[in-house]
Nanobody, 113 residues
Framework: QVQLVESGGGLVQAGGSLRLSCVGSGSIFSIKPIGWYRQAPGKQRESVAVITSGGIADYANSVKGRFTISRDNAKNTVYLQMNSLKPEDTAVYYC???????WGQGTQVTVSS
């Protein structure tokens, strides 16, 4: 059934910050890499950041230096700290295990200029 739930989106001005959360429903969460993805209107979904079970992170070039992905396996939670937000970051943000075709509802991030 449903295993991942995103939250934390909202409306912010350019230059502002948001922290997104991705909560897993079971212990299997802690042994899987987890990625954050986003999809803007009219565009294909793209990878933003990924973190391994051991906490090693990788980022898309567009967010390097601004976003930080982290995880707390004891809480079955992955976070995406987003700083210095730009209007181009506006999208629905999803979390998922890389390679999975099952997507949740995501959380909306809107950055105004």
């Amino acid at each position: 059934q449903v295993q991942l739930v995103e939250s934390g989106g909202g409306l912010v001005q350019a230059g502002g910050s948001l922290r997104l959360s991705c909560v897993g429903s079971g212990s299997i969460f802690s042994i899987k890499p987890i990625g954050w993805y986003r999809q803007a209107p009219g565009k294909q979904r793209e990878s933003v950041a990924v973190i391994t079970s051991g906490g090693i992170a990788d980022y898309a070039n567009s967010v390097k230096g601004r976003f930080t992905i982290s995880r707390d396996n004891a809480k079955n939670t992955v976070y995406l700290q987003m700083n210095s937000l730009k209007p181009e970051d506006t999208a629905v943000y999803y979390c998922n295990t890389p390679g999975s075709s099952h997507w949740g509802q995501g959380t909306q991030v809107t950055v105004s200029s």
